[in-house]
């Protein structure tokens, strides 16, 4: 069982500026509005732990991703386990951030995210409901940080 929702926002930035905010795990939380803290390396194979703000006093939900794919400045993907409870297969997600040049010298970043389990079913109104507006204001946060930075010195 699956689902899958994408969302793009346009960047006027070089692939390779879009790529460096995106693989600072350790700057997330001063320009994501839903990351508090993060620890761990974007590099392949590699674990972030990422905290999330706290849902109530006895919740401080912390996602462990692990990195799937790296391929710069074009490509990130990485899997997260939502919910375990013991069983694997209850809820994955797989998220997959593809940077592709516009002919203007900008980009445009599509985050595309394949839900997988036996939860899908009974959560993709769920799903739809939450993910888009947090995913839009993720891009858009995203952006304002790209635009907003000086410009990358050539090496």
């Known amino acids: 069982m699956a689902a899958e929702m994408r969302w793009f926002v346009d960047i006027e930035a070089t692939p390779q500026r879009v790529w460096q905010v995106l693989t600072d795990v350790s700057a997330y939380p001063q320009w994501n509005p ?6 761990g390396t974007s590099g ?5 732990s990422v905290s999330l703000p706290p849902l109530n006093a006895l919740v401080r939900p912390t996602l462990r991703p692990t990195v799937l794919e790296v391929v710069p400045p074009r490509r990130l993907r990485f899997r997260l386990r939502l919910a375990r ?6 809820l994955d997600t797989e998220h997959m951030l593809t ?3 516009n002919d203007d010298g900008g980009v445009r970043l599509w985050h595309q995210v394949r839900f997988r389990g036996i939860l899908v079913p009974l959560m993709t109104r769920s799903l739809n409901r939450q993910n ?3 995913f839009e204001a993720m891009n858009a946060a995203l952006k304002a940080r790209i635009e907003g930075m000086a410009p990358i ?3």
Do not use: D, K, N, Y
Request: proline share 15%; glycine share 20%.
């Open 153 to 155: 010195r050539p090496e």
């Open 44 to 48: 392949t194979g590699g674990r972030v």
């Open 34 to 39: 839903f990351i508090t803290s993060t620890e």
């Open 99 to 101: 940077i592709a040049p």
């Open 85 to 90: 409870l013991g069983l694997p297969g209850l």
């Open 132 to 134: 888009g507006p947090s």
